[in-house]
């Protein structure tokens, strides 16, 4: 089933003429409207005429996350502030965090992006579709919500958190298709199974799971417990936000990239190489369509590797798959982005902490659970050796930590010179 | 003669030998432990010690990787029997003053008791109890009982 046959199942060669089409296009555009852009091509002497062929992209420079926040957080824009009718934003504190403009034709695009994906999960108008990804700044919420209506399904803005009553809504409402991260669901399950709910008798019948790294046997998991199709969806909010690429239901087996909005590279993440389609790399993605803030050659951080065989569902994008690994720190904790240098930027802001710190990230049941150790300096010890001053601290840590990351760590002090500074500040014991 | 007794306060990582670790090094520098208590919470724990030399232990903890500070605490001896600490309160209470905490031993002889008060203000207790008639134990005397 297609959302936009005409589209999905482009062939390649007409795909291609789209995509350079639309890239000469977006480079002008850019060029004269973003400052950044115009500094960073006439940088590289390159004019937007200069490209002439897909080929030509690569002599393009890379956009990194750096150069979204050096531009926090409007500097990326390519339209007035007039223009823009919503705005999205990773995690973190002001100067950590990234900022996502929409215009109207922007949130359109992104929800028939997103309804393509429904329907590739094989849902129509007759599904009640269960959002549990969050609503709010970030892109999962939202952007899900938009796809189901599009499609003209019926949608329960569960968003996240409040397991109970996600099970007891799972049970009574009769929910079709499930969509939140997969370490989610799997809780789900547990809470499902402590409250005497038995999931089995759940009318679900398809799960769209993503937002954070999975392996397969977690996948092979969450499809015994549900009785379920369990299906990966790519996006991220740079970019556009959920909807980036898709599983198909057919092939179930790696997700379509939608080549007529998005541009997919493969590079080296240390030389910025491309490498043939199919080795494993980073993703670097390009927007051809996006008005509000267009990227080009972003470098998402994913590692994974392109699918080009033919899918056996008709489309023809190409199709990656999974994301494992990433080329840089960055951590995915319940499906929220977190960097290191970000809980740096919380401890130095607490008096007299210094930034000693070690992040343990394991699972507890289903779900992350981060242990934050932070060494006791000696301002905050020797001024008052009490209890109370010290744990006051630990709820300052965990207070600004969920505050500004959207994340609960639980906060061990520990003795001076126990982290060693050069040492690692994460250990991730999560089985991926 | 300062009324105030200097306490040894030392933060505890909770993980087994901690404290183990701390009352070794005490040991090896032959120093005399007159009370302690230690207060825990889930994530951590402070020793509370009042010693015999505390610029010593206050060094020698300090060079052996642990957070020290010290805390002026206050010492008062009442008499071992009901009522002993009661009293106490009643007098420092009536002057708003707060406990943060308490801990106390039993001299030698039998007789008396000795608490230590963590006052949020210590001078004005020193005060109070003093008006009182209660028998304030200045540090140096406690160090060397």
């Known amino acids: 089933m297609f959302y936009n046959e005409e589209f999905e199942t482009l062939p390649r060669e007409a795909l291609k003429a789209l995509q350079l089409k639309r890239l000469q296009q977006v480079m002008q555009r850019v060029y004269h409207t973003v400052g950044f852009y115009k500094k960073s091509f006439d940088a590289a002497k390159i004019k937007p005429s200069d490209i002439k062929t897909l080929g030509d992209l690569k002599k393009l420079p890379f956009v990194t996350r750096n150069d979204m926040r050096d531009n926090y957080p409007y500097g990326l824009f390519s339209v007035p502030m007039s223009s823009i009718v919503r705005l999205h934003a990773s995690s973190g504190s002001s100067g950590g965090s990234t900022v996502f403009g929409y215009t109207k034709r922007d949130i359109e695009t992104w929800s028939d992006l997103v309804a393509r994906c429904l329907v590739a999960a094989g849902l129509t108008k007759n599904d009640i579709i269960h959002n549990a990804f969050s609503y709010g700044l970030f892109t999962g919420g939202l952007g899900l919500h938009y796809g189901a209506e599009k499609i003209d399904a019926s949608v329960i803005p569960m968003s996240g958190g409040n397991a109970k009553r996600q099970v007891s809504i799972l049970k009574d409402f009769g929910p079709t298709a499930i969509c939140c991260t997969p370490s989610y669901a799997l809780h789900l399950a547990q809470e499902a199974a402590a409250m005497g709910v038995d999931i089995k008798a759940f009318t679900l019948r398809v799960g769209i799971l993503g937002a954070e790294p999975w392996s397969r046997a977690m996948r092979e998991e969450i499809e015994k417990v549900f009785e379920i199709t369990a299906l990966d969806i790519y996006g991220l909010s740079e970019v556009i936000g959920p909807g980036v690429a898709m599983e198909c239901i057919e092939a179930h087996n790696g997700m379509h990239i939608f080549e007529d909005h998005f541009i997919v590279e493969t590079i080296d993440p240390q030389t910025g190489e491309v490498l043939a389609e199919g080795e494993e790399g980073e993703l670097v993605f390009t927007t051809l369509t996006k008005e509000a803030n267009p990227l080009i050659r972003y470098r998402s951080g994913d590692i994974s590797r392109l699918i080009k065989e033919p899918c056996r569902c008709g489309r023809s994008h190409i199709k990656m798959d999974r994301v494992l690994k990433r080329s840089d720190d960055m951590l995915v904790i319940s499906g929220t982005n977190i960097f290191p240098s970000q809980i740096e930027t919380i401890l130095v802001e607490i008096k007299g902490l210094e930034p000693c710190y070690q992040l343990i990230v394991d699972k507890a049941g289903a779900l992350d659970s981060l242990e934050l150790q932070v060494e006791v300096s000696d301002k905050i010890f020797s001024d008052s050796g009490s209890v109370k001053e010290l744990q006051k601290i630990e709820q300052r840590i965990v207070k600004d930590m969920l505050d500004y990351l959207g994340v609960e760590p639980r906060v061990k002090l520990v003795g001076p010179n126990t982290l060693s500074k050069a040492g690692d500040k994460v250990i991730d014991k999560r089985r991926t | ?145």
């Not at chain 2, 009522?83 to 039998?110: D, P, R, T, W």
Request: no cysteine; charged share 25%.
């Open chain 2, 1 to 145: 003669m300062t009324m105030k007794v200097e306490q040894i306060s030392v933060f505890l990582e909770n993980k087994p030998g901690t404290l183990q670790q701390a009352t070794r090094v005490l040991k090896d520098a032959n120093i005399n432990i007159r009370t302690l208590s230690v207060a825990e919470t889930a994530n951590f724990g402070i020793l509370r010690l009042i010693v015999n030399d505390v610029e010593k232990a206050n060094t020698v903890l300090k060079d052996s990787g642990f957070q020290v500070s010290k805390t002026p605490v206050v010492a008062v001896e009442v008499p071992d029997r009901p009522g002993g600490l009661h009293s106490v309160m009643e007098a420092v209470s009536k002057e708003g003053i707060n406990v943060e905490y308490v801990y106390a031993f039993v001299e030698k002889s039998g007789e008396n008791a000795v608490i230590i008060f963590r006052f949020d203000n210590p001078e004005k207790a020193i005060d109070v109890l003093m008006k009182n008639d209660f028998t304030v134990v200045p540090g140096k005397k406690l160090y060397e009982f």
